[in-house]
């Protein structure tokens, strides 16, 4: 099983600012590595796929980067909306899986 | 565009079966896309279960393979899990969700609001 480990596990930053997050696979995935985020009380939702092609609808503030094992999104001025938990998945192997997220909090 | 909606028992007895199912609209389930079953227990993380294609081609996480069961039904446009012997580990939300691929394994796309399954006596 393909391990996803993400970094840091909670993030403490500002409106406006510029957020990046870390994913980390145990074994290369190529670039079959998706991007959610959940907000509380919801289902996760998709923002990026193939590592750096945003779903539709998602804004371009929003992007990600990474081959192999190292992977990143970048939100490049953070909104309100976008304080939430962070998932990757990766979709090279048997079982899908994810990493253990990343909390985005309001400073 | 495709919605998702799951239903079933809120509360499910240790050693029973949680049995959910999940409607599919605004769309055909006939297309190229499998159709997968997630879950989060409260204040985790997300763990795939498995997923159907439309011929009832199924795979299982080996780690619940021996518990699991998931099923289609077309005609209701439906897919259904089933999950045996639970004990309180398998408290969680359960999400369904569609499986957007270029191949077999693909990401997750929409997913349904969630179904909380509580497991006690």
């Known amino acids: 099983e393909i391990v996803m480990t993400q970094s840091p596990a909670t993030l403490s930053v500002s409106p406006g600012e510029r957020v990046t997050l870390s994913c980390r696979a145990s074994?290369?995935?190529?670039?079959?590595l998706a991007w959610y985020h959940q907000k509380p009380g919801q289902a996760p939702r998709l923002l990026i796929y193939?590592?750096?092609t945003r779903a539709t609808g998602i804004p371009a503030r929003f992007s990600g980067s990474g081959s192999g094992t190292d992977f990143t999104l970048s939100i490049s001025s953070l909104q309100s909306e976008d304080f939430a938990v962070y998932y990757c998945?990766?979709?090279?192997?048997?079982?899908?899986?994810f990493g253990g997220g990343t909390k985005v909090e309001i400073k | 565009q495709v919605q998702l909606q799951e239903s079933g028992p809120g509360l499910v007895k240790p050693s029973g079966t949680l049995s959910l199912t999940c409607a599919v609209s605004?769309?055909?389930?006939?297309?190229?896309?499998?159709w997968s079953w997630i879950r989060q227990p409260p204040g985790k993380g997300l763990e795939w279960i498995g997923q159907?294609?439309?011929?009832?081609?199924?795979n299982y996480n080996a780690s619940l393979k021996s518990r699991v069961s998931i099923s289609v039904d077309k005609s209701k446009k439906q897919f259904s899990l089933k999950l045996s012997s639970v004990t309180a580990a398998d408290t969680a939300v359960y999400y369904c969700?569609?499986?957007?691929?270029?191949?077999?394994?693909?990401?997750?796309?929409?997913w349904g609001q969630g179904n909380l399954v509580t497991v006690s006596s």
């Open positions: 969700a569609r499986v957007d691929s270029i191949g077999l394994l693909g990401w997750f796309d929409p």
């Open positions: 605004g769309g055909s389930m006939s297309n190229d896309n499998w």
């Open positions: 159907i294609y439309h011929t009832g081609t199924t």
């Open positions: 074994q290369s995935i190529s670039s079959k």
């Open positions: 193939g590592a750096s």
């Open positions: 998945q990766q979709y090279n192997n048997w079982p899908l899986t």
